[in-house]
């Protein structure tokens, strides 16, 4: 089993940028394939980004390509969404979530393990 901790969330401007982080404890980090989902008010969670487990692969939802960046830090445990030139439409919670199967895939049903989520607001 492996416990995640999102961190790094809070208030920022519109065109600004932040930096989540995701901490995980527990069984072999490297063993996982990593993802963000966020969930907006009033809406359902969608899927953000996901990365491979050596971080050598990353995949994105269309509509985020090229503002968030993926990566992961096995060595530290912990993967990281960093976000730039922001929009109030990125207000929402975001989560990490691990999965044991490698395939990059956008679909929460399929992740394991959720983190408890950190909220981003603009």
């Known amino acids: 089993q492996v416990q995640l901790v999102e961190s790094g969330g809070g208030l920022v401007q519109a065109g600004g940028s932040l930096r989540l982080s995701c901490a995980a404890s527990g069984r072999t980090f490297s063993s996982y394939t990593m993802g963000w989902f966020r969930q907006a008010p009033g809406k359902e969670r969608e899927f953000v980004s996901a990365?491979?487990?050596?971080?050598?692969?990353?995949t994105y939802v269309n509509f985020l390509k090229g503002r968030f960046t993926i990566s992961r830090d096995n060595a530290k445990n912990t993967v990281y969404l960093q976000m730039d030139s922001l929009k109030p439409e990125d207000t929402a919670v975001y989560y990490c979530?691990?999965?044991?199967?490698?395939?990059?895939?956008?679909?929460?049903?399929?992740?394991?393990?959720w983190g408890q989520g950190t909220q981003v607001l603009l």
């Open positions: 979530a691990a999965k044991l199967k490698p395939a990059l895939t956008g679909s929460g049903n399929e992740y394991d393990y």
């Open positions: 990365v491979s487990r050596s971080g050598g692969a990353t």
